[in-house]
Antibody, heavy 118, light 110 residues
Framework: EVQLVESGGGLVQPGGSLRLSCAASGFTFSSYSMNWVRQAPGKGLEWVSFISSTSSTIYYADSVKGRFTISRDNAKNSLYLQMSSLRDEDTAVYYC???????????WGQGALVTVSS | QSALTQPRSVSGSPGQSVTISCTGTSSDVGGYNYVSWYQQHPGKAPKLVIYEVTKRPSGVPDRFSGSKSGNTASLTISGLQAEDEADYYCCSYAGSYTWVFGGGTKLTVL
């Protein structure tokens, strides 16, 4: 069974940093590209970042470019999102999701809540 | 990276059909056959129900179908059931390994 489990969420002050992790199991993690997607409270979904299976290709949404860094460790079946210079508007549930080619995100984690507030 | 346009809400009675539209541009919806749809119940993670415009993942009922014409994609749910009541989001590949989501549509089963 495919499972994605996020961790590392919490309360952080504006300007602070936080690192999210996503532990993958039930599939060959090193064969799949991964995305981070977020959802602000009561709002819609927003694509955040993409990383290819070998980490050779990485992209970010304009809203997080220069502040967030996506990475992965295929030996540990883990995906990461390092977030810095956090702003109030980064408050959201952050989901990791497996990329099905470019046509969809077929498995999602349960999400990790990040709250940016003083 | 502007969000795709979806109606805020749609509704239908059990057994009826509803269609949710998703309008983008030639840079996303119109440019690629990589539109997907997600169902999200309150407090839950999104679930893929349609990918690559028309394909259904294993386990998704054939009551769910997708289509696309030009810059607009559509999700049709036939034979509405109470458990279909949820938020639905469209998503399109937008080139250079970026994706864009719609604003979401709340489906109410009357």
């Amino acid at each position: 069974e495919v499972q994605l489990v996020e961790s590392g969420g919490g309360l952080v002050q504006p300007g602070g940093s936080l690192r999210l992790s996503c532990a993958a199991s039930g599939f060959t993690f090193s064969s799949y590209s991964m995305n981070w997607v977020r959802q602000a409270p009561g709002k819609g979904l927003e694509w955040v970042s993409f990383i290819s299976s070998t980490s050779s290709t990485i992209y970010y949404a304009d809203s997080v470019k220069g502040r967030f860094t996506i990475s992965r460790d295929n030996a540990k079946n883990s995906l990461y999102l390092q977030m810095s210079s956090l702003r109030d508007e980064d408050t959201a549930v952050y989901y990791c999701a497996r990329v099905l080619n470019r046509g969809g995100l077929d498995y999602w984690g349960q999400g990790a809540l990040v709250t940016v507030s003083s | 990276q502007s969000a795709l346009t979806q109606p805020r809400s749609v509704s239908g009675s059990p057994g009826q059909s509803v269609t949710i539209s998703c309008t983008g541009t030639s840079s996303d919806v119109g440019g690629y056959n990589y539109v997907s749809w997600y169902q999200q119940h309150p407090g839950k993670a999104p679930k893929l129900v349609i990918y690559e415009v028309t394909k259904r993942p294993s386990g998704v009922p054939d009551r769910f179908s997708g289509s696309k014409s030009g810059n607009t994609a559509s999700l049709t749910i036939s034979g509405l059931q109470a458990e279909d009541e949820a938020d639905y989001y469209c998503c399109s590949y937008a080139g250079s390994y970026t994706w864009v989501f719609g604003g979401g549509t709340k489906l109410t089963v009357l």
